[in-house]
């Protein structure tokens, strides 16, 4: 790595991490006014706030503003050095364009890495914590209203459950089928079932036992109250707000699978986010190119306006984005395109500019 290298890294990194610090606490500003009648009615002090709340949401709107900075930090550092001629004296030393992008694209995979690491391990574990302040704080307390519910458990058991109540753990009219094909061979009934959460088992009330062994052929059996473990847990039950956000990749990945497994209707939303995790860090790549083509030649208006034009591409890339994940949700894009189809789109864009923007 030569020293220009080394001095165009330290500028956009520099440039990088002063955005997203300035950009995130001017946010985090303007948040804690419009929650602070909550934070005053539940008696909670600035440094309680601070310490709870949002030490885990900085990082947090940090990744989520990331297209934005970086887009930001690579306009604003190419414009000045451009502005300054810097890069007039690059290209004319013999320099070629492609040479010129490569400090950016080193300075971009650091970002990328880090990342990768921060999305898929640290900053789910911070987002529980948002989810758990704002829970009690900002929002009203959560209850389970579903009714008539219907879940797969394993590859031939079926549970259903005509209510339950969250806040005793407890369901009610439950059954659970046995099913070969289309085939019905056991149905056991219970009034209710109840989660001991100390022996972390499932109590179910007495119960009536259907076996079916032909057409003609039926034996019931009744059986007293006793405690039984099921693949059903009261997780299974609770809010999934923000669920795939609090989740690292491992533990994404296990209830994607546990989702296949009960055939449930939310997958893609959970196969989306999983895969766009691993689409991150191209995409930064991608904004950094389109960056440094935008503004790498000297402006007459000066850097304001191509600042402004980072921002406008940004927000573009953020609402491919949105568009691709709600597209994913209603199926009607495959998460894993849905994931990558932003990245791809803007690379033909980077690509088209690249080839004709003046440099």
């Known amino acids: 790595m030569k020293l220009l290298d080394k001095y165009i890294i330290s500028k956009f990194l520099t440039a990088f991490f002063f955005t997203v610090v300035l950009l995130v606490s001017v946010i985090c500003v303007i948040d804690y006014t419009e929650k602070n009648d909550d934070f005053i009615h539940h008696n909670l002090s600035f440094s309680y706030v601070f310490t709870h709340y949002y030490i885990y949401l900085f990082p947090y709107f940090a990744n989520l503003l990331s297209p934005i900075t970086i887009f930001l930090a690579v306009v604003f550092v190419t414009a000045r050095l451009a502005a300054r001629t810097e890069i007039v004296a690059m290209l004319s030393s013999g320099m070629s364009f492609r040479r010129l992008l490569l400090p950016y694209l080193l300075g971009a995979s650091v970002i990328g890495v880090l990342t990768f690491g921060l999305v898929g391990w640290i900053i789910p574990k911070g987002t529980k914590h948002i989810v758990e302040f704002e829970s009690v704080v900002v929002q009203e307390p959560w209850h389970f209203e579903g009714r008539n519910v219907h879940m797969k458990i394993g590859p031939r058991s079926y549970i259903y459950l005509e209510s339950y109540n969250s806040n005793q753990n407890t369901g009610y009219h439950f059954a ?3 099913i070969d094909g289309t085939l019905l061979h056991r149905r056991l009934t219970a009034d209710a079932l109840t989660w001991d959460s100390t022996k972390h088992t499932w109590h179910l009330s007495p119960q009536l036992v259907r076996t079916f062994r032909g057409k003609q052929d039926e034996v019931l059996q009744t059986i007293p109250a006793r405690d039984t473990t099921l693949n059903l847990y009261p997780k299974d039950f609770g809010s999934t707000y923000r669920l795939a956000e609090t989740l690292t990749s491992p533990e994404l990945g296990e209830l994607i699978s546990n989702k ?20 991150y860090p191209f995409d930064i790549l991608i904004l950094t190119m389109i960056g440094v083509v935008l503004s790498a030649r000297k402006s007459r208006g000066g850097v304001g306006g191509q600042i402004a034009l980072g921002f406008v591409l940004a927000f573009v890339f953020i609402i491919f984005v949105m568009l691709s994940r709600n597209l994913a949700q209603v199926g009607s894009m495959p998460p894993l395109l849905a994931a990558w189809f932003p990245g791809m789109v803007f690379s033909v864009i980077g690509m088209v500019l690249y080839r004709v923007v003046p440099k």
């Open 176 to 178: 659970l089928e046995t």
């Open 260 to 279: 296949i497994l009960r055939g449930a209707d939310d997958t893609a939303q959970y196969l989306s986010v999983k895969y766009e995790r691993y689409a």
